[in-house]
């Protein structure tokens, strides 16, 4: 049974990191791209950051890039967000999510993601 779990969400003033964490079990995803999406109450879940399978391309929404960071551990079963200089407007539920390339280039579409984690949330404080 594949299993992602999120870690690492929490409350932390604007301006502060966090460093989130998604645990994959179940089968073999070195193939697969990873990505984080985000949803506050009331809104649709949103894309926030991608990674390739071998951790060589990243792509980021604009409203985290430059902030947001997302890498994968040596595993092929660990993927990190690291957030920096965090806003009041990145409050949301954080979740993870894997997917089996279908087409050239990181997806930014929920609906192609195959995998997903329960979500972790992150309350950002003014």
């Known amino acids: 049974q594949v299993q992602l779990v999120e870690s690492g969400g929490g409350l932390v003033q604007a301006g502060g990191s966090l460093r989130l964490s998604c645990a994959a079990s179940?089968?073999?995803?070195?193939?697969?791209?990873w990505g984080w999406f985000r949803q506050a109450p009331g809104k649709e879940r949103e894309f926030v950051a991608a990674?390739?399978?071998?951790?060589?391309?990243?792509y980021y929404a604009d409203s985290v890039k430059g902030r947001f960071t997302i890498s994968r551990g040596i595993a092929d079963k660990m993927v990190y967000l690291r957030m920096n200089s965090l806003k009041p407007e990145d409050t949301a539920v954080y979740y993870c999510?894997?997917?089996?390339?279908?087409?050239?280039?990181?997806?930014?579409?929920?609906?192609?993601?195959?995998?997903w984690g329960q979500g972790t949330q992150v309350t950002v404080s003014s």
């Open positions: 999510a894997a997917e089996s390339p279908r087409r050239a280039g990181l997806a930014d579409s929920r609906d192609e993601y195959d995998y």
């Open positions: 179940g089968r073999t995803f070195s193939s697969y791209d």
């Open positions: 990674i390739n399978w071998s951790g060589t391309s990243t």
